[in-house]
């Protein structure tokens, strides 16, 4: 089994040319039983977000918006049904994938992937955060194209305990990507995308200064003072896997990008309330951004 | 909207009994559409493991052994289907819950099950994390209830990050339980189950030190040092949620309990390569060992 520099990208582990066979535990795939190249050989763009039915509904606007033949008899496949801890769906040169939530179920599936492409032998992947978060200073419906994303102490990296020891990894994303899918927004479009700075937590309640959690030890006005001052730093929304997804692409060298729309503006308020018919057109709004994207430079456009 | 100690639990969040409506976004529920004493008020056992189709297993089993009728036409129901993030099914006043992978995604269910007790009004509520896990110097497949829950440092703490500022919550487990639990094992199993601590890492494969992620930095011999390291210091497994299941759980004054079997022994192997026939059996047996527990409790033995 071949390592090294030679599909595109990184995998920057020298064990994995020892391994007879690699199992994909978490993804339901294998080396020895599975043709990985001949089923995923093709893939350009992977599309990744926290829920498996909105990776699912991305998979069918894709599908449409791709013109991705789908043959009579036939539907749109999870690969991972059943067995994988994620759901997974393949779309011509496109694979949607849910990461579920948090920094560590999307480590588990950003390892899995990047091998599963290595060992696919994609070459030029590109591979996109399409998500939901909690906007600073914005109306809720704005989508968030990340220019920097930051941990939670305002700072660039991806932290890891490696045996024993912490290490700090660099978070970085590709700023010509954010801007050409920045590009991809039109004054026609009855929302706004803005470049900005995100903030990564690893809680949904106490590390987003929510009031509304069970357990909550501060003040309104310490938690109204923590957010503006995370919107003077630059932070436009706050999400739960920016850090590590930019520094894992970054590390094994593949180009990333964040997109997320806001579902909430955290100056006004902690809960999630709107319906879920203005949600459902919410979370549509950066799959259609993408949707461009991947559209001009699959050159249909 | 009451707060306090008065459910057998205690919510520490003063915002809470301002609040006029609470939207559990990530489990589907609210106050104000939903009748929660109505629904959930029986419910004195939580069982929550990271994999929905593992909790619908648990769900049917308990099903069983608890003799909980269905009436005929009907079927157990996910109660999350399609809206929540997380698999949710009520087997009498059983609650199986599935939580995802990793701390982030336990710590949103929990905040949310918390606040779904207490506006339930449940009292004396155990709640058991029933799991998966790398074993270390155990024979694959054997049961480990948690006496001590470490983070990555073997530090028995949960830290957050609030406001900015690093905070180090105590991971206290409930040692009658454990033992309690661990009481429930029996010689005529094909199985041992045995009390150790347990590592909580956030991620599966270098915090894991395993060899056979996309990226890893060490060496095989820096591998095994640091097992037996952990293996000196009482830990028999490592997983990806006990550190904050065990701090969240102390923090509300609920019992907590973390109950895994291990489906690989890392000081022989980094890859879960078992058959899917032997997995499932594996992850019967702490379900086994629960069911026995949960029935011991009901006065139903």
Do not use: W
């Amino acid at each position: 089994m071949a390592s090294g520099r030679n599909h595109g990208f990184h995998i920057p582990n020298p064990h994995i040319r020892e391994m007879e066979q690699d199992v994909l535990y978490h993804i339901a795939l294998e080396t020895k039983s599975h043709d990985l190249p001949a089923m995923f050989g093709n893939v350009k763009f992977v599309c990744v977000g926290g829920s498996p039915n909105r990776m699912k509904h991305l998979a069918d606007y894709l599908q449409e918006q791709l013109h991705v033949e789908i043959p009579a008899g036939m539907t749109l496949c999870n690969l991972g049904k059943g067995k994988a801890r994620y759901a997974m769906y393949k779309v011509g040169p496109v694979l949607c994938v849910s990461h579920g939530m948090g920094v560590p179920s999307l480590s588990i599936l950003l390892h899995e992937l990047f091998k599963l492409l290595f060992h696919a032998k994609c070459k030029d992947v590109t591979i996109i955060r399409v998500g939901t978060s909690g906007g600073i200073g914005l109306d809720p419906g704005t989508v968030v194209v990340t220019e920097e994303a930051l941990n939670t102490f305002l700072e660039p990296y991806y932290t890891q305990v490696i045996l024993g020891k912490e290490t700090k990894k660099p978070s970085v994303l590709d700023r010509g990507l954010a801007e050409a899918i920045l590009g991809c927004s039109s004054p026609k479009d009855n929302f706004k995308t803005v470049l900005g700075k995100t903030m990564c937590a690893n809680d949904f309640y106490e590390e987003q200064a929510r009031l509304d959690g069970a357990v909550c030890t501060f003040t309104e006005k310490e938690k109204m003072d923590y957010l503006h001052e995370l919107y003077a730093a630059g932070v436009r929304n706050i999400e739960m896997e920016a850090v590590a997804f930019a520094a894992m692409c970054h590390r094994v060298n593949i180009k990333g990008a964040v997109v997320c729309v806001t579902l909430v503006n955290r100056l006004k308020g902690d809960q999630v309330t709107a319906t879920n018919e203005i949600m459902r057109e919410y979370q549509r709004r950066p799959q259609r951004i993408v949707g461009r994207y991947i559209r001009q430079q699959l050159g249909l456009d």
